[in-house]
T-cell receptor
Framework: TQLLEQSPQFLSIQEGENLTVYCNSSSVFSSLQWYRQEPGEGPVLLVTVVTGGEVKKLKRLTFQFGDARKDSSLHITAAQPGDTGLYLCAGASGANNLFFGTGTRLTVIP | GAVVSQHPSRVICKSGTSVKIECRSLDFQATTMFWYRQFPKQSLMLMATSNEGSKATYEQGVEKDKFLINHASLTLSTLTVTSAHPEDSSFYIC????????????FGPGTRLTVL
């Protein structure tokens, strides 16, 4: 089993603050995805990163894939209440499987 | 974008009964679908990989006779929880990969199963 540890596990911040979520593993992945999940719903794909060192931006969200393709980070600028949710990273290895991270539950307080 | 649906969204059943959950890819073909289980405030745990036209591959610790998976077409996979018990109550989520596409999986909205 390839373990992906996310930190922090829980994060509660005020609207307008910045934050970074980390996703770390000792394994190398062919690609890494970030998802956001709201209560009672399935995860929604935010981004896929493939190349080591790759940086992708999605409005106020910035995703980075580590050079060695073992870790990733998600940075949110000027967080909004609508960013509240469970953030999951997932690494792809081999033909099919995704290995999900432990999750980061973000609460943005208005 | 790729859309995956699940039915039903919620189901409540009595202990000992069987429940079938459907997972459909609506606008793409999926040779591979995945079934996950998620307990409250936890991450997703892969239960099995469902391959169209062949037997599913189950993760360690998942009983294949209890969680029956059928992937009869390129757009439909079903998970049947047989002889359900209260400990089977959980949020079940399926996902699908685009046939011949990259590793990205697209997730359904989930099914909340409550066994009384």
């Amino acid at each position: 089993t390839q373990l992906l540890e996310q930190s922090p596990q829980f994060l509660s911040i005020q609207e307008g603050e910045n934050l970074t979520v980390y996703c770390n593993s000792s394994s190398v992945f062919s690609s890494l995805q970030w998802y956001r999940q709201e209560p009672g719903e399935g995860p929604v794909l935010l981004v896929t990163v493939v190349t080591g060192g790759e940086v992708k931006k999605l409005k106020r969200l910035t995703f980075q894939f580590g050079d060695a393709r073992k870790d990733s980070s998600l940075h949110i600028t000027a967080a909004q209440p609508g960013d509240t949710g469970l953030y999951l990273c997932a690494g792809a290895s081999g033909a099919n499987n995704l290995f999900f991270g432990t999750g980061t539950r973000l609460t943005v307080i208005p | 974008g790729a859309v995956v649906s699940q039915h039903p969204s919620r189901v409540i059943c009595k202990s000992g009964t069987s429940v079938k959950i459907e997972c459909r890819s609506l606008d793409f073909q999926a040779t591979t679908m995945f079934w996950y289980r998620q307990f409250p405030k936890q991450s997703l745990m892969l239960m099995a990989t469902s391959n169209e036209g062949s037997k599913a591959t189950y993760e360690q610790g998942v009983e294949k006779d209890k969680f029956l998976i059928n992937h009869a077409s390129l757009t439909l996979s079903t998970l049947t929880v047989t002889s359900a018990h209260p400990e089977d109550s959980s949020f079940y989520i399926c996902s699908a990969r685009v046939a011949g596409g990259p590793d990205t999986q697209y997730f359904g909205p989930g099914t909340r199963l409550t066994v009384l």
